[in-house]
């Protein structure tokens, strides 16, 4: 004989006190449980950047290299002459090759930054010597591009990096000529506030639109999206300003008129203390 077993009858669970609505009752994802996600994803996210840093820093500069030192052999000819094309040729392939090492180079320096791995060297230094260095880095370029650099006088001396401050006076120093027009001016100057030892870069070129001030410190950020090629940028030095000034625990903001030109005013304290704390702090 065969039994008939009758089919176990399923009812829909209803939330506590709507016993026949017939919904099923989802609680949300509890803080612990969110926090567990976003930690994970995290971590995952570190992970990556450092296996991408890696492979930029062992994989590509040491290809890089090779190509440059190779190009360089066939530039100079010590591989048998070139004809006019094919130097041609080699010139673009070595501009290509450099701004491909400017670009790993100043992507490594903003991990390292952003990693707090940038020990800082200070000591007392004339604004006036900081302002000679930079001008004479950049005066091949300025004059390429026909813009006329001068420096108010100072007898200002700022507590900080020496290296690193050039750096970023050399940084802000190309933006301006980058941007500037035949037979323009570009002119550095410092003040001293309270707080504050104020150096400005004005420059008289075509301006930032207000929307972008906030974010041309961002990294891999162009004004305009043709400006990475046209103007053989990466897109990195103001971010590396940026993060320079800031661990100087000091201030870096844009002002600008489009069409009439930007000012670039980096603040460092003055208070010395301050500046040594924020390395101890790392």
Not at 53 to 71: I, K, Y
Not at 118 to 141: K, R, T
């Amino acid at each position: 004989m065969v039994s008939h077993i009758k089919p176990a009858e399923f009812q829909p669970i209803s939330p506590p006190g709507d016993q026949n609505s017939g919904e099923i009752s989802v609680s949300p994802p509890s803080a612990p449980e969110i926090a567990f996600v976003s930690t994970t994803k995290q971590k995952t996210v570190e992970r990556l950047r450092k296996e991408v840093m890696q492979m930029v820093s062992h994989d590509l500069r040491t290809p890089l290299a090779t190509v440059g030192n190779v190009l360089s052999i066939l530039e100079d000819g010590r591989a048998g002459d070139l004809s006019d094309k094919g130097k041609q040729l080699v010139a673009i392939a070595q501009r290509n090759v450099e701004r491909l090492v400017s670009l790993v180079n100043d992507l490594l320096e903003v991990e390292k930054m952003k990693a707090g791995a940038l020990s800082l060297i200070l000591e007392e230094v004339p604004l006036s010597y900081l302002f000679e260095e930079a001008m004479q880095s950049v005066s091949g370029w300025a004059q390429e591009h026909q813009v006329v650099i001068e420096a108010v006088p100072t007898n200002l001396e700022i507590f900080g990096d020496e290296l690193r401050l050039v750096q970023v006076l050399v940084n802000l120093l190309a933006n301006a000529i980058k941007f500037s027009s035949a037979g323009s001016r570009v002119q550095l100057s410092a003040t001293e506030t309270r707080e504050y030892f104020e150096i400005s870069v004005r420059d008289e070129g075509r301006g930032i639109p207000q929307d972008q001030l906030e974010l041309i410190f961002e990294r891999f950020t162009q004004v305009r999206l043709t400006d990475m090629n046209e103007e053989n940028g990466t897109g990195l030095g103001l971010a590396i300003c940026k993060a320079i000034v800031e661990r100087h625990d000091g201030i870096i903001k844009a002002e600008s008129v489009e069409g009439v030109g930007s000012v670039f005013t980096v603040q460092i304290p003055t208070n010395h203390e301050r500046i040594r704390l924020i390395q101890l702090q790392g």
